[in-house]
């Protein structure tokens, strides 16, 4: 009960925010139909199923290596005793993202139950924009990135 009031608070907290160009939704039966919003009503937040979360993260100006957007999908059935499950749905080369859209937990090392949703949001968004900053899980994006930003920026496209 505990972790549900917990997590019912951060999720109002992420829908207050304005974490750099992103949108993120829940569930409400088979649809992610629920965008958070610093006004989503309790009964609507209550009705939804908590344990997933999708976020949506938009193309900057400054992000050269994917087309327009990125969509994250974040498991938090064991959050917060345990750090989420994330899986990214792309279609760019990250050498931190394998072919499953998995990610490098390395990226969430320094991260306990004291961290907030948006901290882990905001840490994935960084880790996305960053690809240098991680342990490499895809070897051909690595060696393009290896070759410098503007070849990497040319073929990192799929």
Excluded at 24 to 33: H, I, V
Aim: glycine fraction near 4%; hydrophobic fraction near 35%.
């Amino acid at each position: 009960m505990i972790f549900l009031k917990r997590l019912n608070y951060e999720m109002k907290l992420l829908g207050k925010s304005q974490v750099s160009n992103c949108k993120c939704y829940l569930k409400s039966g088979q649809k992610w139909n629920v965008r958070l919003t610093d006004k989503v009503p309790d009964l609507l937040l209550n009705a939804c199923d908590l344990s997933q979360l999708m976020v949506v993260f938009y193309k900057e100006e400054n992000d050269y290596y994917f087309e327009s957007k990125v969509v994250i999908y974040i498991n938090l059935q064991k959050y917060p005793v345990k750090r989420p499950l994330v899986k990214i749905d792309f279609g760019f080369l990250h050498p931190g993202i394998d072919q499953k859209g998995q990610i490098c937990r390395e990226i969430f090392s320094q991260f306990g139950t004291n961290n907030k949703l948006i901290d882990y949001v905001q840490k994935i968004i960084n880790f996305i924009k960053r690809p240098h900053d991680c342990e490499v899980l895809n070897i051909e994006a690595a060696t393009l990135l290896s070759k410098g930003s503007e070849y990497f920026k040319q073929y990192s496209k799929k």
